[in-house]
């Protein structure tokens, strides 16, 4: 008793009578003489407080001994003010980033009951880049978002603790599970960080994300596209990952039901969009262009007819004219709609972005047809003039 009255005055009075760096050595002696949970809490806290990294070898010499005292502790008061304790020492080590840590943080990480410990333990491991650990975080982070424990609020505390840790060590192997966790279980507030730690983490995901992209289902496709086209992989490769994702979305048609139709549909528009917005040219993407606009509903066939405008290329510009002789074929069956002049026109005025000779053919086909509406007509002589 009389050695934790001296404790409480000597920690008392010190930030008066010492200077800094003297206070460090003194609390650590303080810490070497307390008795109880509560009065190391008191004098790590002190010593964490202080913000001199020189007392971080005596904080992790603390650590060691609570993980390996954990086993002895009482359920109860005693339980929740050793994990106090815990969650002070982890917190400095991890501000001071004291690698030599990090074994006995990842002890709490296994060994904690408490979820905010283990979290902090995570968040700390992270900070030091305590990179040996990755693989094990990420593996952690991925069971959780697969099998959601019974106790949900303390497992999105350490969902929330490993994608931070993740986020901080720049792993490549936290990519995977981040981008599960932000489409998990978990609330907005751990899938919102999920997700801004993928660009963190890998700054040009194009590698992983065509492997993801062989396998997903469409909803997980439209995502990792999003996510290639805001990233910073260079521009080849999000074309790459733009057409992949447009074959994706054409191999999996139909779909089973209406709901992964309308998903894949989706997809496909999504894909060529970000052809569009890339300026994309490549000849080996007309194909694709061409069997979505055959597959799809009116909406789609319109971006797949913007699509293979920019485009600008021989194989663009041959799907082209195919399109634009069957709609006027149709149109001149006597097979008018709304729909179908819409299209007719669009594919017009996409004939004169293309700007390939070889559309002439059709076009004058267009022009020349009695049967077909004055605003076809002189679109079509529009687009004539565009491309000669």
């Known amino acids: 008793m009389r050695k934790a009255i001296l404790a409480a005055v000597a920690l008392a009075a010190l930030p008066l009578a010492l200077a800094a760096d003297e206070r ?16 190391k809490h008191a004098a ?97 982070l991925r069971n959780l978002t697969m099998t959601p424990p019974a106790d949900r609020d303390g497992a999105e505390k ?35 960080q999920a997700e801004r730690s993928l660009e963190v983490v890998l700054p040009d995901p194009s590698a992983e994300i065509k492997a993801m992209m062989a396998v997903d289902l469409s909803p997980r496709i439209v995502k ?16 790459e990952i733009a057409s992949l994702a447009l074959a994706r979305g054409i191999a999996m048609s139909p779909g089973r039901d209406r709901p992964e139709q309308v998903s894949l549909a989706t997809l496909r528009v999504e894909a060529m969009n970000a052809l569009v917005s890339l300026a994309d040219k490549a000849d080996a993407n007309a194909a694709l262009l061409a069997e979505a606009y055959r597959i799809g509903p009116t909406d789609e066939r319109l971006v797949a ?63 020349n047809n009695p049967k077909l509406s004055s605003s076809i007509t002189r679109q079509a002589g529009q687009s004539l003039r565009a491309i000669e």
């Open 305 to 367: 007819l913007r699509a293979l405008g920019v485009n600008g290329g021989a194989a663009a510009a041959e799907a082209l004219s195919s399109i634009i002789i069957s709609l006027n074929n149709d149109l001149g069956a006597g097979l008018v709609n709304q729909t179908q002049n819409s299209l007719m026109l669009a594919a017009l005025q996409n004939a004169a972005v293309n700007k390939q000779k070889s559309l002439a053919a059709a076009l004058i086909l267009v022009q």
């Open 224 to 239: 990792s596209l999003a996510l290639a086209m805001r990233s910073q992989a260079p521009v080849e490769s999000k074309r």
């Open 24 to 39: 460090v050595r003194v609390y650590a002696f303080i810490l070497d003489q307390a008795d109880t949970i509560a009065q």
């Open 44 to 140: 790590a806290a002190a010593l964490a407080e202080l913000g001199d990294e020189s007392a971080a070898p005596r904080l992790a010499d603390l650590l060691d001994e609570l993980v390996a005292a954990r086993s002895a502790v009482r359920r109860g008061s005693e339980t929740e003010d050793y994990e106090r304790l815990t969650r002070v020492v982890v917190k400095a080590l991890g501000d001071w980033r004291y690698t030599n840590a990090a074994p006995a943080l990842y002890r709490v990480v296994e060994d904690s009951a408490d979820p905010l410990s283990r979290a902090e333990a995570l968040i700390a491991l992270g900070s030091m880049r305590a990179s040996e650990f990755a693989e094990r975080i990420a593996l952690l």
């Open 158 to 192: 350490v969902a929330y603790g490993a994608v931070l840790a993740l986020e901080r060590m720049r792993s490549p192997v936290g990519f995977s599970p981040l981008f599960s966790a932000s489409e998990g279980w978990y609330s907005r507030r751990v899938k919102e």
